[in-house]
């Protein structure tokens, strides 16, 4: 158990030092304005200049995995174990994340005829398919999961909607990252807005249908 917490560890550390590492070997060759924000076709639409790089590849991925480690702390009932692989798993998702994307615009910076959409896609499912790894097994609390008002007032409508949630995440993922790579170009964008609104939106009545269910089964009783 201890080797695998300590994997994951070493895992984030390499997801926050690879960013900052690869805008250190890229910088003489970015150009003034590089391209941080993508449209569904894939092609740039957002510019930040080369000198505020800094806060994209290394400020944003380091103080997200601060958060994470402070979070669980203001819990008042202690709910998220930190000290597990699970948990590293979901730093590691969402650390990974902006880390991915943040290497994905110095790549495009440096290979401007390489932008196709498809990196993104990639890199939100494999993130995506972790975090759902992490969802079918954490507990109530105030700060991760998903916290609708159903599933935040029945620990039981929590642990369904987290269990059937997760493996929903982990499919959707998984599902992105192969329509990344196979869809044509103009419907990659599209199919990545597509699976995360559906995702999230399954998820948000599915907890709602079961607290509903659960109201209807203690008047029975």
Known sequence: M?????????????????PTAYLAYAWAGLPAQVPT??????????????????????????????????LPRLDPKHRIA????????????????????????????????????????????????LL???????QPNYFVGIRTPWTLESAAVWARTHRVGGILFCLAGLLMVALGLVLPLA????????????????????????FRQQERLGRSA
């Open 132 to 138: 759902g790894n992490y969802l079918t097994t954490v």
């Open 82 to 129: 930190t000290d597990t692989a699970n948990f590293q798993k979901l730093r590691l998702a969402l650390v990974g994340l902006v880390s991915g994307l943040a290497c994905y615009c110095l790549y495009v910076a440096l290979h401007p005829s390489a932008s196709s959409g498809r990196g993104p896609a990639v890199i939100v499912g494999l993130s995506f398919a």
């Open 187 to 210: 419907w990659v964008g599209k199919a990545l807005l597509g699976l995360i609104l559906g995702t999230v939106a399954f998820c948000y009545f599915y907890s709602y249908l079961l």
């Open 37 to 70: 924000h993508f449209g569904l076709d894939g092609q740039p639409n957002g510019y930040t200049r080369r000198e505020h790089l800094w806060l994209l590849t290394l400020a944003l991925p380091l103080g997200l995995a601060v958060l994470l480690s402070v």
């Open 2 to 18: 201890k080797k695998n917490l300590l994997l994951w560890q070493l895992l984030t550390l390499l997801a926050l030092l690879v």
